[in-house]
């Protein structure tokens, strides 16, 4: 299994960027699909989750800002992310099951 996440980058805060997961070597449709993110100097915590039927959950502390979505065609996953505070900086990862991506970093600028 691989995960290729991408989109990260510098924004101030208020902003909006978009991460994308791309997946390989699993049958993408069937697994919930997540995302977590680890700040300087944090343990990873969880960020949102997307289940195969299409149930989300997020963190308290992105809900209504963060938005995950998913298209099985392309077997990726994406991570809206609007109105971001600097305190969203973070890598951000994707993971499935035990499996994860490389990370992609987010920094928000106040």
């Known amino acids: 299994v691989q995960l290729q996440a991408s989109g990260g980058g510098l924004v101030q805060a208020g902003g909006s960027l978009r991460l994308s997961c791309a997946a390989s070597g699993l049958t993408f449709s069937t697994v919930a699909m997540n995302w977590f993110r680890r700040a300087p100097g944090k343990e990873r915590e969880f960020v949102a989750t997307r289940s195969k039927g299409g149930t989300t959950y997020y963190a308290e502390s992105v809900k209504g800002r963060f938005n995950i979505s998913r298209d099985n065609a392309k077997n990726t996953v994406y991570l809206q992310m609007n109105n971001l505070k600097p305190e969203d900086t973070a890598v951000y990862y994707c993971?499935?099951?035990?499996?994860w991506g490389q990370g992609t970093q987010v920094t928000v600028s106040s």
């Open positions: 993971a499935v099951e035990h499996y």
